[in-house]
Nanobody, 127 residues
Framework: VQLQAFGGGLVQVGGSLRLSCAAS????????MAWFRQSPGKERDFVAA????????HFSDSVKGRFTISRDNAKNMVYLQMNSLKPEDTGVYYC?????????????????????WGQGTQVTVSS
């Protein structure tokens, strides 16, 4: 599976961005999908995930209420809508795919559960 993330950029505090991730080469509809982000010198942290069926989403506490994740299985796309952006949201955002069997809910925040990763897209929030 190949993943390509795009849509990052420079935005002011309080602004919005929509990230997109295009998947190819696999059975996308059966994959759990997630977004992680990484700042310089820090670990890659979980941001949001959406289950293969698309009906269940999960967010880190730091973005809950500001970010939404969605997917379009017909287009093999997953999206991250980011609103009310803060400087601490700055980082490289990666999309990731978790193929079957389905990962248990308590483990979806761990990078090791995801077999496929995109190249990342930079998001910079300026104050």
């Amino acid at each position: 599976v190949q993943l390509q993330a795009f849509g990052g950029g420079l935005v002011q505090v309080g602004g919005s961005l929509r990230l997109s991730c295009a998947a190819s080469g696999g059975d996308f509809r059966n994959y759990g999908m997630a977004w992680f982000r990484q700042s310089p010198g820090k670990e890659r942290d979980f941001v949001a995930a959406i289950r293969s069926g698309g009906g269940t989403t999960h967010f880190s506490d730091s973005v809950k209420g500001r970010f939404t994740i969605s997917r379009d299985n017909a287009k093999n796309m997953v999206y991250l809508q980011m609103n009310s952006l803060k400087p601490e949201d700055t980082g490289v955002y990666y999309c990731a795919a978790d193929p079957p069997p389905r990962t248990i809910l308590s483990a979806i925040t761990y990078t090791r559960m995801y077999d496929f990763w995109g190249q990342g897209t930079q998001v910079t929030v300026s104050s």
